[in-house]
């Protein structure tokens, strides 16, 4: 993940602490494999790291800093919605970059792009 992506993402986590008890490094420096192995445990936590990676990315989208997700998933994601996620990063895993964040918005954008 790029150093610039990192900041991006810790200035908006700073920015929705008062909404979401959401921590930068939390997000920033989970892997995808450990995100997965969450999921496969408990799902209920799983889907609400999604939520809390989607919450920063959205705000990312909106100050026109994401890279490549651009804001149109449902949010809050339900667990339906969780599931399709992970199954579509299960699906390809030549598209993963070990980075849940990128990964969780990559399948998020990939899922439902905006129109």
Known sequence: MSRGFL???AICAAALAGSAPVRAADISDAT???FLMQCSRNPD???EFAN???RVLNAAATLGQARTYKGCAPFPLSLDDTGKLIARMLARPQ???GYAADDIGGAAQAIWPCK
């Open 7 to 9: 900041s991006v993402l």
């Open 95 to 97: 598209e993963m970059t």
């Open 52 to 54: 809390d990676v989607l």
């Open 45 to 47: 936590a799983c889907r």
């Open 32 to 34: 995808t494999a450990d």
